[in-house]
């Protein structure tokens, strides 16, 4: 029975020392191989993160630039401002709302992506954009969230008549 018994751990240790080799060799493997994935998973990430930012501001530039055309458009010839919006509206999806306001933040003009949807009732007269775009600055206000469409961004953009500031023009603009 001891020479059964001896064998038996002599078997042992081999099995334990042969897996602990084993193990030693994988950890010496796995450890740079992890490394080298994260490092991956960064760079991937980084990637991602400048491309959604180049094709961000693009929209951006984009759309503030089809807003200036249409607030001149509008200052140029008042009586197509229904027309304008309209088709602004339509020609680019990014844009949600677009609302002119007059120089004491009444709504004149109001158009939205959403048909069910009638003038918005939010009083734009109390935001700094508002302000902003009234005394002659294109503004954007900070990142908001909607429950009906998302992330969103206002724009306001001033309609700048010959003597002075003749109201405000807003983009809602989905991001």
Same mark, same amino acid.
């Given at each position: 029975m001891s020479k059964k018994f001896s064998s038996f751990w002599a078997v042992f240790t081999r099995i334990c020392v042969a897996s602990a080799v084993l193990i030693v060799v994988n950890l010496i493997w796995l450890i740079p191989v992890i490394r080298g994935i994260r490092v991956s998973v960064s760079t991937l990430a980084l990637e991602v993160a400048d491309r959604?930012?180049?094709?961000?501001?693009? !929209?951006? #530039?984009?759309?503030?630039?089809?807003? #200036?055309?249409?607030? $001149? =458009?509008?200052?140029? =010839?008042?009586? +197509?401002?229904?027309?304008?919006?309209?088709?602004?509206? +339509?020609?680019? $999806?990014? @844009?949600?709302?677009?609302?002119?306001?007059?120089?004491?933040?009444?709504?004149?003009? @109001?158009? %939205? %992506?959403?048909?069910?949807?009638?003038?918005? #009732? /939010?009083? /734009?007269?109390? =935001? %700094? @954009? @508002? /302000?902003?775009? !009234?005394?002659?600055?294109?503004n954007f206000s900070e990142l908001r969230f909607s429950p009906e469409f998302g992330p969103y961004l206002v724009v306001a953009i001033p309609l700048r008549g010959e003597q002075h500031i003749q109201g405000v023009m807003l983009g809602v603009l989905r991001v």
């Open positions: 959604i930012s180049a094709t961000m501001s693009l !929209r951006f #530039e984009n759309a503030l630039r089809e807003l #200036e055309f249409a607030a $001149d =458009e509008i200052v140029t =010839e008042p009586e +197509r401002t229904s027309n304008v919006l309209l088709r602004l509206l +339509r020609k680019d $999806d990014d @844009f949600q709302e677009l609302i002119i306001l007059d120089r004491g933040g009444k709504i004149a003009h @109001f158009l %939205s %992506s959403n048909v069910e949807k009638v003038e918005d #009732e /939010y009083d /734009y007269s109390r =935001e %700094s @954009f @508002f /302000y902003l775009a !009234r005394e002659g600055s294109i």
